[in-house]
């Protein structure tokens, strides 16, 4: 019997309402399995951190996180540890996720269900069949390079943040991409995204991601798109991007939010950062790769405590971390369906199942039981 | 009798094209004029330039720029100076930017009728009524800090550029800001975007558009956004961001991008690169700002030559350089107005006058011509 150690970081807001509903239908998956054993254990991180033990990553949540298989974390943040304060969550996740080694963010954003479609602030025509999965360098570039802030010598009235690769770190990031669009048949196209007509870090990028599709997978379809280029297409005609986006940590922070908003809600779609490449869920050898895995919303603090919001998000999560860090693919499928299943499903009045983001007033738990219940 | 000298660069691919048309309005508009004369005098510019001259910015069309009380300009570029190519036309418009120290980039993005609303790729829910002026830094930040390419010592295998802010160039471009805010009535609320949770030159941004703004300009809301909040909302829901959006260099130019397929065709929009603040139109006082006038759209090779491109984007940034460097904003009133109204007008087949990209078939003269008529 295999057994798995998985961190739970409920976090903020409306995170623990909906990381109870993932961790529900884990549970329900692997309950009197003879093959699996889950072993959850919840870690204080973020705001409650803060609150409880002064820090936004405490020791104990760090190092229960080195020895985990992988993490399941709800959000963090929220106006009671906003910019004025003196220790803010976000340093936290940013410390976490350099600690953890995890470059690879991996961002999925589709229509989980055709009846969705109607939920997009783009028009059917030009939103329908979007699928793009956003693969975001995320310990590197200008988040983790040389800064200088204002009012430090030697010229104080300046501010000053590095953005810089080395060739190492593209490599790294353009084979998690490569695994990325393997993992479909066919191979998806790689649209790499920079600014190399202005930075030479963007040039570094472009070179190092041509030269090591070409001579490692030659196979996959690669294009290069400006970034400002990128953020037109994705609104007037995203489905020119379909396929695996890889870019840089900044560029991916700013394209991988537009992207996320084209399903009509960020209730909806799940994240993976990942600490090396998948394996591709055919290979008969797998290789786990410990992870982070979050809902993309944040810890929305206007509706936390009302039981409304969107758990789908935390469950997609749930399933990445099945098939990129234990290896259980047909499981993360599973979940995959039924969530699908709920989305297509009505209830006894003839409506669709819809938390309040997508203008339906079903709540939290009752997405959650329906899920199990398909299950 | 005042006299004015306009420099005209139509650039390459549709560039000469739509410029022809703008320079058609604005002739019409002071033929035997006993006021105002304008003396119009091409010069080359971006590829045409390297291809007779060696070089995209030839020292004689500087040197006219810099003598000159505005520019017009078309569009550079094209696959014939691509990426590959020893010398580029985009540098030489970084160039151009730098030496005639135009640090304050404005593109508004609007319904120029209501009839183009159907246009936009958001549903028309979500895209009605939007109204964004984007004030974009243009010659600071990350474009033109220093910055090291790949295979230069002593780290040859590491590519860097820095983002870097003074004080000062946050304060002039947040009082182009204020201006253009207060050139409505009530003013413009600024939406000023950062990365302050990340980065230091952000830190010092978000600081200084604070001050400027609450001791220079205390009658302006302002409300900060992070750049991926802001990539959100302009699909997600754009009029939020309705009024001034004030950014760096780089951000901007994600963002203004971003902004521009709102309104359905790149070929609509114009734009404005000053050296200075603008006068408030209702100024008595009214002071010149040196500047260059481009559509936003690019040079489009692919259909260069046929006369089938919008020449309405040109035209309109033929307005704002009436109104922001010859201080003649009547008359850039009327272009504009007079744009509305062929937009509006139905031709004697009964169909709008659109022009391909809007999914019609009027050329690029037929479009002029109206114009001229209604003027
Ligand atoms: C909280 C913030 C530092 C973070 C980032 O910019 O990476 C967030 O926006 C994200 O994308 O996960
Ligand atoms: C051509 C390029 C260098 C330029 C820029 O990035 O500023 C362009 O994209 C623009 O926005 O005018």
Redesign the pocket.
Known sequence: KKSFRVVVLPGDGIGPEVVAEAVKVLEAIFVGSPEVELKLETHLFGGCAIDELGEALPASTLQACKEADAILMGSIGGPKWGVNSKVRP?PG??ALRKALGLYANIRPANFASDSLVINSPLKESITRGVDIIVVRELIGGVYFGERKEQNVPPQENVAWDTMIYSVEEVQRITRVAAQIALASNPPLPIHSIDKANVLASSRLWRKVVTETLNSEYPQIKLEHQLVDSAAMFLVSNPRKLNGVVLTENLFG?ILSDETSVIPGSLGLLPSASLAGAPSLPSSPSFKPTPGLYEPIHGSAPDIAGKGIANPIGAILSAALLLRYSLGLDKQAQLIETSVRKALDAKNAGGLELRTADLGGEVGTKEIGDRIVEIL
Do not use: I, N, R
């Open positions: 976000e996740l940013l922070d």
